[in-house]
């Protein structure tokens, strides 16, 4: 009923660029936040950025000044901005919303792959 559905993953070469974005379904005023999280296999799934419904955001450090999290006008979509990639951002990358209420819920999450 509420799962957010992203797009905008595949295959790019290292220094690259990709932009996902992350539709969330319900009414934008009962949306808390919104963020992406990525996985990699083996590793433990990790905050990459978010943005709250003030318009505050955070960038894991891994990624800052590569990557930005953004928000169309007036609409529960998200977007991220993904430049300069490089081969260890490659990971599935879920979209994540917070309610009001207090319920979290993750996309299915879009693969990104960064290779030669």
């Known amino acids: 009923q509420v799962q957010p559905v992203e797009s905008g993953g595949g295959l790019v070469q290292p220094g690259g660029s990709l932009r996902l974005s992350c539709t969330a379904s319900?009414?934008?005023?009962?949306?808390?936040?919104m963020g992406w999280h990525r996985q990699a296999p083996g590793n433990q799934r990790e905050l990459v950025a978010s943005?709250?419904?003030?318009?505050?955001?955070n960038i894991a450090d891994s990624v800052k000044g590569r990557f930005t999290i953004s928000r169309a006008n007036a609409k529960n979509t998200v977007y991220l901005q993904m430049n300069s990639l490089k081969p260890e951002d490659t990971a599935v990358y879920y979209c994540?919303?917070?309610?009001?209420?207090?319920?979290?819920?993750w996309g299915q999450g879009t693969q990104v792959t960064v290779s030669s």
């Open positions: 943005i709250t419904s003030g318009g505050s955001t």
């Open positions: 319900g009414s934008i005023s009962s949306i808390n936040a």
């Open positions: 994540n919303v917070l309610y009001s209420r207090g319920g979290r819920y």
